[in-house]
């Protein structure tokens, strides 16, 4: 078991009827069209799932004494649908930044990772606020509260 399965074991689900995993020359392709590399475990979450969501409301909780953030859906490198290039071409203010949309919220707002530093924010769209999550995408999965339906 590699360490994406141990990390999300029972947690996600395929949006559809099963996972489409990104091949590697998908992956690399995507990497190439933003301009940087993945974090390393967000590559083994494509290259594993692909596109997914969660098996119940997921909360990421930044900090004690921040209000926790749901997580929809974390973004893949395969088709167009939920494709985070795309994503990010709809958003040029976030590539503008550096940022590399990841995953939303059932509101639309985004999670990202910094292109420089590998850090994850949370990008507010109806506050017009940016506010720190995770240091990685390691830690961003670490964060992660999943509530079974």
Not at 42 to 48: A, I, P, Y
Not at 60 to 89: R, S, Y
Not at 91 to 98: E, M, S, W
Not at 122 to 138: H, I, N, P
């Amino acid at each position: 078991m590699n360490s994406i399965e141990k990390f999300l074991k029972d947690k996600i689900q395929p949006i559809g009827e099963q996972f489409l995993p990104a091949t590697e020359s998908e992956v690399a392709q995507a990497e190439r069209e933003i301009g940087t590399r993945f974090p390393e475990l967000f590559r083994q979450l494509q290259l594993s799932y692909g596109r997914l969501v969660f098996t119940g409301e997921t909360l990421i909780h930044a900090a004690p004494g921040i209000e926790p953030q749901t997580v929809f859906t974390i973004f893949g490198c395969k088709g167009d649908v939920g494709n985070l290039v795309t994503d990010l071409k709809l958003h040029p203010d976030l590539r503008q930044k550096g940022l590399i949309p990841f995953a939303d919220d059932m509101f639309n707002n985004r999670y990202v990772f910094s292109s420089q530093m590998g850090d994850i924010s949370f990008v507010d769209y109806t506050q017009g606020k940016l506010q720190s999550m995770a240091k990685s995408f390691e830690d961003f999965l670490a964060k992660l509260q999943v509530i079974p339906d």
